[in-house]
């Protein structure tokens, strides 16, 4: 059974950092696509960031690009994000997700990944 947890959440200021961590178990990330979404109160689900498995190539929503970055670690079977010079409009619950079959992701929609998991809260205010 396929299970991915959240971590890392929680209140910081504008400007400030954040590290929010996946967990998977029962599905190796090095081998699938993996990504970092978020839905804030009446909006839809989006892409933030996406990493591939064959390569380890990256995507960025542009709102994120230059503060938010996306690694793995294979050893851990985790995918990290780390948020960097936070603003408010990144409030929203975060959502790791990854995909069943190795097919890999063409603009990290959410549409393209199938496991997910509770989400986590950030919340950025002063």
């Known amino acids: 059974q396929v299970q991915l947890v959240e971590s890392g959440g929680g209140l910081v200021q504008p400007g400030g950092s954040l590290r929010l961590t996946c967990a998977a178990s029962?599905?190796?990330?090095?081998?699938?696509?993996t990504g970092w979404f978020r839905q804030a109160p009446g909006k839809e689900r989006e892409g933030v960031s996406c990493?591939?498995?064959?390569?380890?190539?990256?995507y960025y929503a542009d709102s994120v690009k230059g503060r938010f970055t996306i690694s793995r670690d294979n050893a851990k079977n985790t995918v990290t994000l780390e948020m960097n010079n936070v603003k408010p409009e990144d409030t929203a619950v975060y959502y790791c997700?990854?995909?069943?079959?190795?097919?890999?992701?063409?603009?990290?929609?959410?549409?393209?990944?199938?496991?997910w998991g509770q989400g986590t809260q950030v919340t950025v205010s002063s």
């Open positions: 997700a990854t995909e069943r079959y190795a097919v890999g992701f063409l603009d990290c929609s959410p549409y393209e990944f199938d496991y």
């Open positions: 029962g599905h190796p990330l090095e081998h699938y696509a």
């Open positions: 990493i591939r498995s064959n390569d380890g190539s990256t």
